[in-house]
């Protein structure tokens, strides 16, 4: 196995007295797609909030290609990064939001154009033709001069994930992109994240609350209560044969709710 | 500011009140009236061709003057010993007795501001920072009965209105305002007893003394020629009244 | 010109006069605004077009206009009308229709700031138009509105300067009077200043915190002025 | 009658005044509005001081101890301006300060999740500003910004308390010099209603083509 | 068959331009459950909105339990109906909305006996006891005394049944009442609805896109689309077998969007 592409090592975020993820550690390789599933509030969100600096830790160690995300060596001590290295440090992630959280105020060409514009010094026109292969392969270059206003939830969260490849991320972090959306614009989602998962070799960490997906997209399964790990595995093993009564539970309780149609 | 450099702009920032015949506003906007006419007069021969009129509050005056917003004040500020230490005055222009506006008949029979201070009900009105204001204050009306009213026009209206029982100002502009105000409900009473004529001068301020200086050579150039009677006689102003006392004995007065 | 001190101890005794007109000016305007807004804020929702309308134009002049001018004609042109009324009559009016003008934004805005589910579950529970106001609407309506209004209350204080020009001897007038029968401005000037800063950070102080305990009304800019400017 | 179109003149010019004071106070509002409503969101904690205690001072004074500051303390410290620039000056500051509370607020008001996707597409925080976070404010604030616009119109009229020969100040001088009061205080009043709706509609059209790209996203 | 507790006869409604329901006509028998299913948008909601009265039919009659809902007779004529009759109309009516609505200056308790004090005039210490049962029965009388702000999104939502029973309605409406809700929560209301289904014999009418629960719960299922009805019958002929397009591509899209595990 080559080296891991992130590596978490005791990991804890607080909020005041909220212990939110608690001596976390966990490895994803290059190139692996990981599903994080668990009830709400195990902390699940957090995580990929903390990849993206949206969150610093409260302890511990995080480490994507195989530099520190939070710190910085000065001499030989490693110290706070400042917003410098952070900066260096994002290019490499993407995520997409459950709330897409699109500029209304921009076209969706110039929403996927804006960052590779100004943070890669790409030229207008070259930012624009990567943009225009980027939404068609969302099935989304007729669209590339409307408003988002204009468009469907589903077709936003296309034009989001489009706006986070511009940047050509090497990790991908997808936090229940399908959650906001109206059960039949759904699944167009899901199909353009299944292609993404076959056709690239990006790194994806993939919150979700449908199993079916997670099953199906999936390396590996981690499941989360509390902060905590509780269980992980391939997705077979998680889903069928659960070890943990924790995770017995949770997903009795999913497929209770009537997802099993 | 120095003789040199108003010469040098070409014309002198003067505040006057907005008070006929003091001051007199033309619909067209043009200035006149007795202070404006003299001050432009005795400008004119300091080889200062023009003067900037800006239409003040009384209260606005000497402290406008004295944050450089005017060179001087020519509106009728009267002489007293106390505005004497706040300003240099040049000689006297326009003299003038008190005088009380009130209901025709004079009911409350108010002749002097001592009248005032003993009646309880009268209330008084008079321009803030005026000679009159202190005039009543000074006689022993108590502050909540001396209202201070922001022009001469509403003055006239609070007395009309019943919530002034007299209204005081210089003889001259009460004779005006009355006159504007065409009321046969309201008489006059000058002058009012026990007040002392005051006169005004042009009020530079306190270091413009070499200013004050010059403009009084040319003031008495034009007292003495006779050209100053002519300016403000046909506002109802006596000119030998002003050549017949001196900045000395109006500043000492008590 | 030089601070100084001796001055201010000589005027202070008068100032403290002025403070207390300014007051209880300040504390009847807003009496006045409070029921006033209320008055325009029901007619404003009538659905009787003859009333609605007047009342919506009314309120759009008195904003637009301002209230020196106002005060103005309440002083000096009422009276002709055959309706003379004392100085501080005449402000405490003038401060408070022109207020009310905004307290009655703040009535609206925290009445519709109550989510149309609560009409609605209240209709499915059944209850009446009275009991819905009473029990449902206006219970939830009221406490975001009160940093709302306390905020105009500040507002029209450090607006009661303006009814010196009515002849009102508030303080603002005893501070001018002061200064212009001693020829020094400095001190009463700055002194009036810093009164009204102190009154308006403690009261900023005090809406802050009703504001962390009752929550803040609507969004920004969804009244015509969140937070108010003197005019 | 040429009587009254004379001083129907001198208040007409007065008029000229008070749009002239109106519009360099927004000019100089608006710049102090966006100086003191950036610093006060700026990461530099001296400079969110500063901008706070601009705020507060000004909000918290009256702004007629500020302008009679301007006109008259400000040139005893040797800072001499015309009447008119004080009187730009106190408005502007004074608006300025409510002006900055709208900015700030707007700014905030563009909310965490619009913040956190510029942090996701790796914008800097200037990028963010320009690109991202002002360009939904300005359409938040005009709406207040026009009702600080009408407020600061309706302040300039007690600049006639310092003499600056505006149009409530003319109407005064007409006052005196006619007798009558009706006349006078009518005409200003319904002028200064003009000029108020002529900012309500600028305002108004200005929201309209602003807000034009979001196709109605905020209601 | 008995005399149908519900019946719209040519039922229209239109929001300006946009037909919302077009011409509608159905029947629901007293004690019946019924499923109101289709793609976002088709009317659903509007359909118990306006048995609710909370919106007007343009166009077509409203019966309920035999008498016009939004008009009354006076002498001969049918005229509309006055807020009396509303009034005593909406009596026989309870709904359950989407968000809960609870009213969130009222506690637990109050919010369930506040109607049947102020409508029915129950005396307070009655309505109390009542409403204790009514909590008892949701699983929550150990919360009477909380305030919603206080609770989970499942437990509002039972605190909402418990209130619309509190004023014992022959005919209960549930809007989407589980989609505010996270996964986990939904369970213990659908709990709560299928106790209510097999132990009282009031009318139900459930709009949902649950299709697992609208199986299970209702004894007929209604597939709308674009304001009218496009197939109706029995939920295993609806689900295994759908005859119309239509539904079969609902179906499937629902189906493909995850629900499957
Ligand atoms: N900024 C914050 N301040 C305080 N608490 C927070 C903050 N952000 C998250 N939390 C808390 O941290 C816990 C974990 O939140 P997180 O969003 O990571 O959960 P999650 O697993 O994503 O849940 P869900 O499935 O509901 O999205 C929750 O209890 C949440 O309330
Ligand atoms: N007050 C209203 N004004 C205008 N249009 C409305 C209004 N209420 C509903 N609509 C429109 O009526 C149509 C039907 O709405 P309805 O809420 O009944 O659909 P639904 O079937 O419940 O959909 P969903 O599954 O999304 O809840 C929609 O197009 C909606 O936009
Ligand atoms: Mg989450
Ligand atoms: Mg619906």
């Known amino acids: 196995m080559s080296a891991p592409i992130i590596q978490l090592q005791d990991v804890s975020k607080r909020f005041g007295e909220l212990t939110v993820l608690d001596r976390l550690s966990f490895e994803v390789a290059p190139g692996e797609k990981l599903a994080l599933i668990g009830p709400s509030g195990s902390g699940k969100t957090t995580i990929l909030r903390l990849l993206m600096t949206l969150e610093t830790p409260t302890d511990g160690m995080v480490m994507v290609e195989g530099e520190p995300l939070f710190h910085q060596r000065r001499g030989d001590a490693l110290v706070p990064a400042d917003e410098r290295h952070l900066h260096r440090m994002r290019a490499r992630i993407g995520m997409v939001f459950q709330h897409f959280n699109l500029f209304p105020h921009k076209s969706v060409c110039e929403n996927v154009c804006l960052a590779p514009v100004l943070t890669q010094g790409a030229k207008p026109a070259d930012a624009r033709r990567r943009a225009m292969e980027l939404l068609d392969m969302v099935g989304l270059s007729a669209k590339a001069d409307a408003m988002p206003a204009q468009l469907s939830g589903g077709q936003k969260q296309r034009v989001a994930i489009a706006r986070a490849l511009a940047l050509s991320p090497r990790i991908m972090l997808f936090d229940e992109v399908t959650s906001a959306l109206d059960p039949e614009l759904v699944e167009e989602v899901l199909n353009v994240m299944h292609m993404l998962a076959r056709e690239t070799d990006m790194t994806m960490l993939l919150v979700t609350h449908e199993m079916g997906f997670a099953h199906d997209f999936a390396d590996r399964v981690l499941f989360f209560d509390r902060g905590r790990i509780v269980e992980e595995g391939p997705p077979d093993e998680i889903f069928k044969n659960p070890r943990q009564d924790r995770t017995q539970a949770f997903l009795r309780k999913v497929v209770a709710a009537g997802h099993r149609v | 500011a120095e003789l040199e450099d108003l010469k040098e702009q070409g014309f002198a920032r003067i505040a006057i009140a907005n008070e006929p015949p003091f001051t007199a506003v033309k619909a067209d906007g043009t200035v006149s009236g007795a202070a404006p006419d003299v001050a432009r007069a005795v400008f004119k021969r300091l080889g200062i061709d023009d003067v900037v009129a800006s239409i003040s509050e009384y209260g606005a005056m000497i402290p406008g003057l004295q944050a450089r917003r005017f060179d001087a004040v020519t509106a009728g500020l009267f002489m007293k010993p106390e505005r004497c230490n706040a300003v240099s005055y040049s000689e006297p222009i326009l003299c003038d007795a008190e005088a009380f506006a009130l209901k025709a008949g004079n009911p409350l029979g108010l002749k002097s501001y001592k009248d005032v201070a003993d009646n309880p009900e009268a209330r008084i009105g008079a321009p803030g920072g005026g000679t009159e204001e202190r005039l009543a204050l000074e006689a022993g009306v108590p502050r909540e009965r001396v209202i201070v009213v922001p022009d001469t026009q509403s003055g006239i209206t609070m007395l009309q209105q019943g919530r002034i029982d007299v209204y005081s100002l210089p003889v001259l502009s009460i004779n005006a305002a009355v006159k504007t105000a065409n009321d046969p409900q309201i008489e006059v009473v000058a002058p009012v007893q026990g007040a002392p004529v005051y006169c005004d001068g042009a009020a530079f301020r306190k270091q413009d003394t070499a200013l004050r200086d010059a403009f009084d050579k040319e003031l008495a150039a034009i007292k003495a020629s006779g050209e100053f009677a002519k300016l403000i006689e046909p506002y109802g102003f006596s000119a030998e009244a002003a050549m017949s006392t001196t900045r000395e004995k109006l500043c000492a007065a008590q | 010109m030089e601070w100084d001190w001796d001055f201010v101890r000589q005027i202070t005794p008068q100032l403290l006069e002025g403070a207390r007109i300014t007051v209880v000016a300040t504390l009847l305007g807003f009496a006045f605004a409070a029921v006033f807004g209320l008055g325009l804020a029901i007619a404003r929702r009538s659905r009787n077009r003859a009333l609605s309308w007047p009342t919506a134009a009314f309120a759009e002049f008195v904003r637009g206009t301002p209230l020196l001018v106002q005060l103005y004609f309440l002083f000096y042109i009422l009276p002709d009308l055959g309706l003379t009324l004392s100085p501080l009559a005449a402000g405490v009016i003038g401060l408070g229709v022109h207020y009310g003008t905004y307290t009655a934004e703040v009535y609206r805005a925290g009445i519709d700031n109550v989510p149309r589910g609560q009409w609605e579950a209240a209709k499915a529970c059944n209850l009446s138009a009275s009991q819905t106001w009473r029990h449902i609407v206006l219970p939830q309506a009221i406490r975001p509105m009160v940093p709302a209004l306390a905020n105009y209350f500040i507002a029209m204080f450090k607006e009661t300067p303006l009814l010196s020009a009515i002849t009102v001897l508030e303080l603002m007038n005893q501070a001018r009077s002061i200064a212009n029968y001693n020829y020094r401005y400095i001190e009463p000037i700055t002194m009036v200043g810093a009164f009204f800063l102190a009154i308006s950070l403690v009261s900023v102080a005090l809406i802050r915190l009703m504001q962390r305990h009752w929550g803040r009304l609507g969004r920004l800019g969804s009244f015509r002025r969140n937070t108010a400017i003197p005019s | ?219």
Not at chain 4, 112 to 138: D, F, K, Y
Not at chain 4, 170 to 192: E, K
């Open chain 4, 1 to 219: 009658m040429d009587i009254w179109l004379g001083y129907l003149t001198l208040i007409l010019q007065g008029a000229l005044v008070t749009a002239q004071l109106t519009a360099l106070g927004c000019l100089f509002a608006l710049a102090m509005a966006f100086l003191a409503g950036l610093g006060r969101v700026s990461a530099v904690a001296p400079v969110r001081w500063l901008a706070a205690a601009y705020v507060e001072f000004f909000r918290g004074t009256s702004i007629f101890v500020q302008l009679f500051w301007a006109y008259y303390v400000l040139p005893l410290m040797g800072l001499e301006l015309s009447p008119m620039q004080a009187g730009v000056l106190a408005l502007g500051l004074n608006v300025g300060a409510y002006g900055a509370e709208v900015v700030r607020g707007a700014v905030e008001a563009i909310g965490r999740e619009q913040r956190e996707a510029c942090v996701a597409l790796n914008l800097t925080r200037a990028q963010s500003l320009r690109h991202v976070i002002l360009p939904q404010a300005v359409v938040v604030m005009l709406p207040t910004f026009g009702n600080n616009a009408i407020e600061l119109l309706k302040a300039t009229a007690i600049v006639s308390l310092v003499s600056l020969a505006d149009m409530t100040f003319q109407a005064q001088v007409v006052r005196s010099q006619t007798g009558s009061t009706a006349f006078p205080f009518l005409t200003i009043l319904v002028l200064y209603f003009l000029m108020s709706s002529v900012i309500t509609l600028l305002v108004r059209a200005l929201e309209r083509r602003m807000s034009r790209g979001f196709e109605g996203t905020r209601a």
